[in-house]
């Protein structure tokens, strides 16, 4: 009964979430209607699709080299990243995303969970680094990203270099520091041999990929496109009528990544803040409404794909999670 109240409290939170987003947005029923039956609104659904295809695509090929097996589905891939980001809109920042994103390609593939949370932690990474490195491009070459987001860019990207550095300069002194608060934390966990494994086994993991050019490159590119794309979609659905050139493309796209991975609900906190440098706060809340709405009804029907057979999803799924 309690799970079942949490979750109800959930929706009523994002349904909430929405209303307001709607009444502030200043869309009356008859421009809601008209936008939601526009060609515009048609284009932005086929460019975020577009934008998830070649994400899951993207995903499907960090995990393919991590596990060795060249035969998973790319439409599986696709699938869970879209029930990853429902799942992602009742977190706080996107916490939730890569574990539902695991959970769900762990119910179709053999392999432990832990492979496919690592693989979509390296490409967050990715994304994480496109982002920055776009964000602090256009400021000192276009002065087009804003402050806080040449801020929070530097932060990442700080965070992202000594993430890297910890995982393949494994002798370092700060790693070995970093290593002293890991064992400690291990001492006082339960199962640690089983942690100590899969911490090992994600290092490695990260170092295979990222010291690999070409899963990088090819990495890197398809996030830098993704960004383009998901910067596109959202000029679609905004009303802006002027002409608006790739910097500012790139500067919606990267700054709708970077903006909203802070912990608020949903990754929502700051999200507008990257579309207003561009789009004003009206076009920003309305592509902000297009985009949950788009990742709800694609994550719903995601879900509903991936767990038509219950009983199989569960069985599937417990044996990832047990398999050593």
């Known amino acids: 009964m309690k799970k079942e109240a949490v979750i109800a409290f959930q929706l009523l939170f994002v349904i909430l979430v929405l209303a307001v987003m709607y009444v502030v947005s200043g869309i009356s ?48 891939f696709v699938l869970s990243r879209l029930v990853g980001n429902l ?4 977190t706080p920042s996107s916490f939730g995303t890569v ?32 982002a920055a490195a776009v964000n602090i491009a256009l400021f000192f070459i276009a002065e087009k990203a ?50 100590d ?45 002027e002409d608006i050139g790739l910097f500012e493309v790139l500067l919606v796209g990267s700054s709708l990544y970077v903006l909203s991975s802070f912990p608020t609900p949903g990754g929502s906190g700051f999200y507008e803040l990257g579309l207003v440098e561009v789009l004003g706060i009206l076009g920003a809340l309305r592509a902000r409404l297009s985009f949950v709405l788009f990742y709800v009804s694609t994550g719903l029907v995601s879900l509903f794909l991936l767990t038509r057979d219950v009983k199989k999803f569960k069985e599937s799924l417990r044996k990832s999670i047990v398999m050593d």
């Open 146 to 195: 804003s402050v806080l987001a040449l801020a929070s860019s530097i932060v990442i990207a700080l965070l992202w270099v000594s993430g890297i550095y910890l995982v393949i300069f494994r002798n370092s002194v700060i790693n070995r520091i970093m290593n002293g608060v890991y064992k400690r934390f291990r001492a006082v966990a339960s199962r640690s041999a089983m942690i």
């Open 87 to 90: 799942a992602g809109l009742f």
């Open 29 to 76: 029923p008859g421009e809601l209607k008209k936008l939601l039956v526009s060609r515009f609104f048609l284009a932005f659904i086929v460019v975020m699709l577009l934008v998830e295809i070649l994400r899951g695509l993207r995903l499907k090929i960090v995990a393919e080299y991590l596990l060795k097996d060249n035969k998973l589905s790319v439409s599986s």
């Open 99 to 130: 574990p539902a994103q695991a959970v769900a390609l762990s119910s179709r593939y053999p392999y432990p969970i832990e492979k496919f949370i690592g693989s979509g932690l390296i490409t967050s990474m990715v994304d994480a680094l496109v």
């Open 197 to 241: 494994r899969r911490v090992r086994d994600f290092q490695e993991g990260v170092r295979l990929t990222i010291t690999n050019p070409v899963i990088f490159i090819v990495s890197f590119v398809l996030g830098l496109l993704s960004f383009i794309l998901v910067g596109l979609s959202a000029l679609l659905v905004s009303g802006v009528s």
